[in-house]
């Protein structure tokens, strides 16, 4: 099974930004889509970006303009730049792969904190 780890998380303070990175274990020869999504205490886990395989992205209304999808096939990586980091976008952040309607993998999500 495909392995996804998350890192670059940590503290901010608001208006800061952070680049956020997701590796998969192996190359996804399929057409996917890889995606970040964040879970705040107590709320439940919502989509923030997506990126296909091909390059297109969709991003969640409250971060468009502010966080940017790009991946790097090559490497097997998929990147979530934040700028202009609120305190209402604290949250563990967490990347996931999908194949058509299915959900291969998660992984274990990395912190942001943001200060206001």
């Known amino acids: 099974q495909v392995q996804l780890v998350e890192s670059g998380g940590g503290l901010v303070q608001a208006g800061g930004s952070l680049r956020l990175s997701c590796e998969a274990s192996e190359t996804i020869f399929s057409s996917n889509v890889m995606g970040w999504y964040r879970q705040a205490p107590g709320k439940q886990r919502e989509l923030v970006a997506v990126i296909s395989s091909a390059g297109s992205t969709d991003y969640a209304s409250s971060v468009k303009g502010r966080f940017t999808i790009s991946r790097d096939n090559t490497k097997n990586l998929v990147y979530l730049q934040m700028n202009s980091l609120k305190p209402e976008d604290t949250a563990r952040y967490y990347c996931?792969?999908?194949?058509?309607?299915?959900?291969?993998?998660w992984g274990k999500g990395t912190q942001v904190t943001v200060s206001s």
């Open positions: 996931n792969l999908r194949v058509g309607p299915v959900v291969i993998s």
